[in-house]
C-alpha cells in the first residue's frame, strides 16, 4: 500500500463521524458489546490503544462487530503492525512517525494515522505522501489555535487531532478547514464500561456522532 493510498483510505474512514472514539479497554469481555453501543449510536470508527494486556483481544472481539471499523492505536513497532493486522485491525494509529513504521504500514497494506504536532513533522509525512495525519498530542500543543496555524502553509494536509480532546472543545477543531475528524475518550467513560452501561456509552456516542464540521 502506498502513502497515498492510505491517505485516501484514512480521509474515507475519518469522514465516517466527526467522532472516532479512542479506547482502552482492560478486559475483552466487554469489548463486543462496547463496540455495539458505539456502532449504535453513530461511530463506527473505533481506535483500541495497544497500551492493555487485552487489546489485541479486544481488537479480535471488535472486528467480529457488524458495522465497525476496527483500527489499533499506539503503534510504536513493526511487531505491534503485524500483531494488530494480524487480530483484525482494518487501520493503524501512531503517536508519532518513523520510517520503520511507516515501512511497517505500507507493507501490510495497513492505513496509518501518522501522528505529527510540528510543522517539520507534518511537512516530512507530507512529503513521503501522507496527506491525512493525526495531531498529537493537540491540546498540549496548543489546540484548536495551533492547528490552525499549521493549515495556514500547509492546506494541503488534512488531521485528526487527538490528545486532550473533549466534547467541550471537539467543535473548536471540528470547526476548522484542516480538521476531518477528532479522536476523544469521553465516549467511553471507564466507569461505564466496567459496569456494562452499554445505554449510557450509546448516548454519548449519539451525542458526538451529532457534532458539526465546518
Sequence with gaps: MTP???SRLSEDLCRRAPVIPVLVVD???HAADLARALVAG???????TLRTPAALDVVREMAAVEGGIVGAGTLLTSADVEAAKKAGARFGVSPGATDRLLDACEAND????PGAATSSEVMRLLERGYTVQKFFPAEANGGAPALKAIGAPLPQVRFCPTGGVSLKNAGDYLALSNTLCVGGSWVAPKDKVTAGDWAGIQALAREAAALPRG
Design 4 to 6: 497515498e493510498e492510505a
Design 27 to 29: 478486559d475483552a469481555a
Design 42 to 48: 453513530g461511530l463506527p470508527a473505533l481506535e483500541v
Design 110 to 113: 495497513l492505513p496509518l494515522l
